[in-house]
Structure formats: C-alpha cells, structure tokens
C-alpha cells in the first residue's frame, strides 16, 4: 500500500455503513484519520458496527444528527448510492468540504497501476474480459470496483507489479478529485440515472472524470461511434484510442464483418469470436485494446476471445439441446438491452420475456421482432407484452406461469438452429428479489429439459 499522510489528524465522516463504508472506515483509520461512520438504517447488531468499534472509530446509527457537521470534518466519504440532495450531503456542500466515494481513496493508495472502466452499458462484460486477458496473459490482474469488489480493499492490498481492472459507475466517479487511472476506459453513452443526477449534462459530466485528470502519459479509449461523447472527449488530455464498428480505421480499434483492425492493420478475424451481438462487439474491441496496451501477445488475445462466452445473466450461453441453443440475458431489465440482444441473431428467436409492469412501451423492439417466431410471456407485462407480439405477426405468443414452463413450452415450440433466449425487456422484482435469481431459474429450467 502507499502510504498516505495526507489523512494523518485529519476529520473523516463515513456516510454509509455498507461493504465499501466498512473499508473505507477501516482504511481511513488505519492511515491515522479520526472517523466517524453514520447511518441512516438501525443499528440491529450489525457486525460492521461492532468492528469497527472495537477498533476506536464512532458508529452512529439509526438517523444522520442534525448536529453531525458540527464536528468541522476535513473529509466525507460517502456510499456511491448515496445521492446529493441528502440533507447531510447538501449542507457539507455549502461548508465546501470535499465529498469523496471510496474509489478516490483507492487511487490514493494503491501501488498498482488502475485500468478503469465505465459506460453506461457493458461496464462489467470488458471487465470480466479484459480480466481474463490479461490474467491468462500473466499481467497479474485484480478485479474491482462496481463490479462487487470493493476498491479500496483491493487497492490497499496490490502491489506495483499487479494490475486493478476496476469497473467505475457514475455514481463513484460523482465522487472523485484526483482519480487518476494509467488506462480509461468509457464504453458507450446513453441517459441513465437521472433521478440520481438531475440532468443528461451531469450525468455524463460524471462519466467524463474517468479521464479528467489523464495526462499525455496515460490512454483513453472511447467509443468513436458516438458523436455525444465528442466533447467530453476532447477534454481529455490523455493519448486517445478510439474503438468503432465502422469498418477499418487508421487509428485506434475497429471492425468490419470480417475482421478487427488495430491501428489500421489487421489483428484477429472475427469469426473466432465466440460472444455474440454488435453491443457486445463493442466491448471486445474496448478490453482488446486495453489488453495490447498492457503488452499482451496475440496469441492470448485470440486464445480469450474463441473462448469467453459473456458474463453470468448478460447474454450468457447456457446450453445447446437438439439443436437449439439457449442464452441467459435475464440483465436484460428494460426495451434497449433486449434490442441489443435480439439483434444478436439472423436465426429464428423463441423469446422468453416480460416482468414488472413500470408502464413502459415495448415499441422499440418492433423492428427486431419479425426474427421472433414466438414469445414465453411473464409477470405483470404478460398480457400487454402478448398482445404487443401479436401486432408484430409473431407466429405464437402465449403466457407462462413460470420460467419452468416457459422454457419447456419454448422447447416444445422451437426447432432445430431456432436460439431460445431469456431477454425480459423489464425488471424482475413481481416474481423475484433480483435479475440474478431469475436468471438462475432460466438456467435450472434448462438443465432439467
């Protein structure tokens, strides 16, 4: 770890008793700040709460004291799902003290170099595959971030010959001053988050730090494909490494049908790659050049790349039966990811969808339905979903009572080379606690076929 004696004596306020307010304590501490931690929720024997005790650090639970500022903090670190117009928040803002999330905390430490990815899709596949790159290409990786792996745990244990792959929302990144990661990367952008943010502009202004404090001795990769991203990017004074689906190009990664150009010149054919779907293109060629600028061969490059078949519940391959092949996007919660996923394929789609009514339309997906032969629908959209398939010319599109009888009735529908994908278009939260959950019950309905 690199010690930091910027925290020494310093006043440091934890908001949020969560995993990353737990380490962010216990790491403040150890650098020798005086920290408080308070949150919102009861207390209820909380085992953070008792170690972080025991070790001399205040706890307060249960309510944020109106009072809790009066302690002239030098610091608040905040959990990233924290938002801004938190009344504690709001008047530390007006006292002008810096408001951190952990990652900061995690560059501030950690000896390792960080590669740094956001966007407002694709985040965790480049990061599981630039991952794998780079751990069968024996660069010593660790894998962090938003990802489930809290930074600063992970930074404060690396050392200067590993590397971070660290996955950053815009929700951490809000929270930054000096982040500085040796590679950037931001995949895509599109509005998300507003209830968080306020506005497009700010959203994306958080995005942008991923790169706000590069210098020319650092690269940022973007995509080149996005004309909205243009004047954030321009800011950057990083080396810049555009990625784009636009056929070959002179600088930077890019495709064509046939094969990926790194720098102009050929690298790999694409017909090795084993992760399907334009969108999911765009995160191989994200993490492939990440992978050659951290000096990795080509051979592992392609050895990965005929070999990754996506992340758990985001257009994941699960099996293939008789001739059928099943995918597993149950990450599909809204219209744009599940056009993301039917776009995937030329061959006849039995699709499994539908969930939480939020009142959404499922307009956008009109375009790509004529490749759906028919539709398993599920939970609260089920009937509006139906009669949607049934005003695109889908050949069935009946309703299940549950995933199980969705996947065999899909089964019994479909035909041999016919894909069977789980892409709900909606959230999970009628039928179960998480997209996870039912993705794994997509998964146990497969294998008992």
């Known amino acids: 770890m690199r010690k930091s004696n910027e925290f020494k004596g310093k006043k440091v306020l934890v908001l949020g008793l ?67 117009h938190n009344p504690v928040l709001q008047k530390a803002e007006q006292k002008g003290i810096p408001i951190w999330t952990e990652i900061e905390l995690s560059y501030l430490v950690s ?3 960080i590669i740094a990815i956001t966007g407002s899709n694709g985040k965790t596949t480049t990061t599981t595959l630039l991952y794998h790159i780079l751990n069968i290409g024996g660069k010593k990786p660790l894998i962090a971030g938003n990802i489930g792996t809290v930074a600063c745990t992970v930074a404060q244990n690396a050392t200067s010959d590993e590397v971070i792959v660290m996955e950053v929302s815009s929700f951490q990144l809000a929270g930054t ?27 994306a202004l958080a995005k942008a730090k991923v790169t706000a404090n590069q210098t020319e001795e650092d690269f940022f990769i973007y995509n080149a494909d996005q004309p909205e991203m243009r004047a954030y990017v321009e800011r950057s ?31 790999v054919k694409r017909s090795i790659i084993k992760l399907l779907g334009q969108h999911n293109l765009e995160n191989i060629l994200a993490a492939t050049a990440s992978a050659i600028l951290m000096d990795c061969d080509k051979e592992t490059i392609e050895n990965v790349l005929s070999s990754f078949t996506g992340v758990r519940h985001r257009m994941q391959f699960v099996k293939e039966l008789m001739g059928r092949t099943f995918y597993n996007d ?19 789609v039995v699709l499994i969808a539908g969930g939480l009514d939020r009142g959404h339309s499922f307009e956008e997906l009109r375009p790509y339905m004529s490749r759906v032969k028919a539709v398993l629908a599920l939970g609260e959209t089920a009937d509006r979903l139906i009669d949607f398939a049934s005003s695109c010319g889908v050949q069935h599109a009946l309703k299940a009572d549950s995933m199980e009888q969705a996947v065999q009735e899909a089964f019994a529908i479909s035909l041999e080379g016919d894909q069977i994908l789980l892409s709900p278009a909606c959230a999970s939260w009628d039928q179960y606690p998480s997209f996870e959950e039912r993705g794994d019950a997509f998964i146990e309905a497969v294998m008992k076929l």
């Open 18 to 84: 969560a995993k990353s307010g737990h380490a962010a304590a216990d790491l403040l501490h150890s650098l020798g700040a005086f920290v408080v931690v308070n949150d919102s929720s009861p207390e209820k024997g909380s085992e953070e709460a008792k170690l972080l005790r025991s070790k001399g650090i205040v706890v307060i639970c249960g309510g944020h004291p109106e009072d809790i500022l009066d302690h002239d903090f030098d610091i608040i670190v905040k959990n990233p799902g924290i938002p801004y």
């Open 111 to 113: 000896e390792a170099p």
């Open 177 to 203: 001053e000096n982040f500085r990661p040796k590679i950037a990367l931001w995949t895509n952008l599109y509005d998300a988050h507003l209830d968080y943010h306020g506005t497009s502009e700010e959203y």
């Open 237 to 267: 004074a990083a080396r810049k490494i555009p990625f784009s689906l636009q056929g070959k190009q002179a600088e930077g990664i890019s495709a064509d049908d046939e094969m990926i150009y790194w720098q102009g010149e050929p690298f």
């Open 330 to 348: 149950s990450k599909a919660t809204n219209t744009l990811a599940t056009k993301s996923a039917l776009s995937s394929f030329q061959s006849p």
